[in-house]
């Protein structure tokens, strides 16, 4: 099984709404990743876990919440989101942190914030 | 952040050419990947290259690194319409980060 998993695929949401997205991989990769995506732009770097523990922190907001639960599941919590906060969002594992191997992305959430 | 650079910023080419697609980084690199990504879904990986190498092939794709020079290039060859996709490469500082480029748009008309 080399694949990453996230749902849901899409996501509309108002301004006051909490929702959640769900990111699951079954490789035994012990890096996961978030990254949001505007249109027409490269991926950006929004967090890392490694052995599920957070080691970055690009500067995200608070409204933006993860969470590793266990080494398979990655989650981000939302809360209270802008309408410019739609976007792709990626989730992705890789082998291990630090060691620049392959990261492994799934199709991603695309979410709309109304 | 942004680390790398690329150039054309989008491509068009018949069926059977080859594309060329160039990356351009600011520093010291562990690897340098290229990643394919269609119509705005998930990204997939196409070949990593460590910066104690200069070229690398897969399949149809090779790539070169010119670490003296920063920059890295993407050759598509006999390309083939599911060949239309951004590509990206991204930069590996063995830091938790990959940062990516901005992308280039290729399109492969029948």
């Known amino acids: 099984d080399t694949e990453v998993t996230q749902t849901p695929k899409h996501l509309v949401m108002g301004m006051t709404n909490k929702k959640s997205l769900k990111c699951e991989q079954h490789m035994g990769h012990r890096a996961m990743y978030w990254y949001k995506q505007k249109a027409k732009k490269p991926p950006e770097l929004m967090f890392v876990y490694s052995y599920e523990k957070l080691s970055i922190n690009e500067s995200v907001p608070s409204r933006f919440s993860p969470e590793c639960p266990n080494s398979s599941l990655l989650n981000l919590h939302l809360h209270a989101l802008q309408p410019e906060d739609s976007a792709l969002y990626l989730c992705?594992?890789?082998?291990?942190?630090?060691?620049?191997?392959?990261?492994?992305f799934g199709q991603g959430t695309r979410l709309t914030v109304v | 952040s942004q680390q790398g650079e690329e150039d054309p910023q989008a491509l068009s080419i018949q069926e059977g050419e080859n594309a060329t697609m160039n990356c351009s980084y600011k520093t010291s690199i562990n690897n340098l990947q290229w990643y394919r990504q269609n119509s705005g879904r998930g990204l997939v990986h196409l070949i990593l290259?460590?910066?104690?190498?200069r070229e690398k092939h897969s399949g149809r794709l090779r790539v070169t690194l010119d670490t003296s020079k920063k920059s890295s290039s993407l050759l598509i060859t006999a390309s083939r319409a599911a060949d239309t996709a951004s590509y990206f490469c991204a930069t590996d500082k063995n830091d938790y980060k990959l940062s990516f480029g901005a992308g280039t748009t290729v399109t492969v008309r029948a």
């Open positions: 992705a594992s890789s082998l291990r942190p630090g060691t620049g191997t392959e990261a492994f």
């Open positions: 290259i460590r910066s104690n190498e």
